[in-house]
């Protein structure tokens, strides 16, 4: 039974969520990845847990810095639920803490990469760049006061991790799901909207034959709205995630295109009007 001095307060808690925000990467390396700052940001904690136990201290100091890596803003979950056992099995804690980090990171990074990373740039980032594109200041404000919400997140993560502790596993696990789920659905719609209504290229070709004219675009509008904004979409998802291109390279060859078509359309447009 350990001393109630080596009890966590609240500011030991809190130390260790301001450190997970502005160091958690800190000493990234391919060797243990997040190892060595998962270290560091959990050491207020260890030293409050072990303050009349070295040779505890040294031994969980050892075991946080093994092999570590999981999407940061999920880190808070699991960072909580290892103080919790730190400060209720003392030294008798490692290997529960150890099968903790290794069973829950790999589950984790792939909720937190998909909430936090893809679906959370996606929807804020692409209504934000198209509220600001028109001129409206608004557009640079909605990032900062989403990132703030994400930090109030982040902070009640460390603390429901500590309070649910070994519990967390199974009950985030099951009712994380239909919120991932609602959130890709709502990430692919804002996407799929935009789309349509940044991506703005028209085909200026009318076929003409005797009095009959034929607008190609208003065929093609009749057959799917924005037809040619998707298709210049999916080609560019094409070459992002088939082909590897980076970003830098999938503007060069859009501008190339581009200027082919452009004047490949004026010379096909000359053509059909001499037919």
């Not at 984790?108 to 990469?113: E, H, L, R």
């Not at 349509?196 to 509008?221: H, P």
Request: glycine share 8%; charged share 15%; with cysteine.
């Amino acid at each position: 039974m350990q001393n109630t001095d080596n009890k966590l307060r609240k500011s030991d808690i809190n130390k260790v969520y301001l450190r997970n925000i502005f160091g958690f990467q800190w000493g990234w390396n391919y060797e243990k990845m997040q190892g060595l700052g998962y270290a560091w940001v959990i050491m207020p904690a260890l030293k409050r847990i072990y303050k009349n136990d070295p040779e505890g201290m040294k031994k969980a100091l050892k075991m946080q810095l093994s092999y570590f890596n999981t999407t940061p803003a999920m880190s808070h979950l699991i960072i909580g639920a290892d103080m919790a056992l730190e400060e209720s099995l003392g030294s008798k804690s490692e290997e529960a803490v150890s099968s903790l980090k290794t069973g829950l990171m790999g589950p984790f990074a792939g909720v937190g990469d998909t909430l936090f990373v893809a679906i959370y740039r996606a929807i804020v980032f692409s209504i934000a760049s198209y509220i600001a594109i028109n001129g409206n200041a608004i557009g640079l404000i909605i990032p900062v006061l989403t990132c703030l919400g994400i930090l109030f997140i982040r902070y009640k993560f460390t603390y429901i991790g500590y309070e649910q502790s070994r519990k967390l596993a199974i009950g985030f696990s099951s009712s994380i799901a239909p919120i991932t789920e609602g959130a890709a659905i709502l990430g692919l719609t804002v996407v799929g909207g935009l789309i349509a209504s940044v991506i703005t290229y028209k085909l200026n070709l009318t076929f003409s034959l005797g009095e009959v004219s034929l607008d190609i675009q208003a065929m093609l509008d009749k057959i799917m709205p924005s037809l040619i904004p998707l298709i210049v979409v999916l080609f560019s998802y094409w070459l992002l995630g088939k082909k590897k291109f980076n970003s830098t390279h999938l503007i060069i060859v859009i501008i190339v295109i581009g200027m082919i078509l452009g004047n490949a359309q004026n010379m096909l447009s000359l053509i059909i009007n001499l037919f």
